[in-house]
């Protein structure tokens, strides 16, 4: 979909999360399709999901969400994801 777009895989994926989160390396991943124009999006387990920007302009995205969603959520009258974890580069991801 766009020219500068990361190959995600569950390969990749896998290697990630037995590197910066292994107590969750058996858990089943399931990729969620459609996926989103800048993020690949990866069940893990029953209630976890794995979100990988796949272009730049997206990677800043974890941050704000990071900080708002928290902010945001009291406020809100439906339930909102709450980010568990912020992995990192690694295995072969920018």
């Known amino acids: 979909m766009h ?3 990361v190959r995600v895989d569950a390969s990749l994926v896998r290697g990630l999360i037995r590197e910066q989160f292994p107590s969750l390396a058996a858990a089943p991943l399931t990729v969620v399709e459609p996926w989103g124009t ?7 387990g029953d209630d976890l999901v794995v979100r990988l920007p796949r272009i730049e302009s997206a990677a800043g995205q974890v941050h704000l969400e990071r900080a708002w969603l928290p902010v945001l959520a009291p406020h809100l009258s439906v339930p909102i994801p709450e980010p568990v974890a912020i992995g990192e580069p690694g295995y ?3």
């Open 3 to 5: 020219t500068d777009e």
């Open 38 to 44: 800048a993020n690949a999006i990866w069940r893990l």
């Open 92 to 94: 072969g991801y920018p």
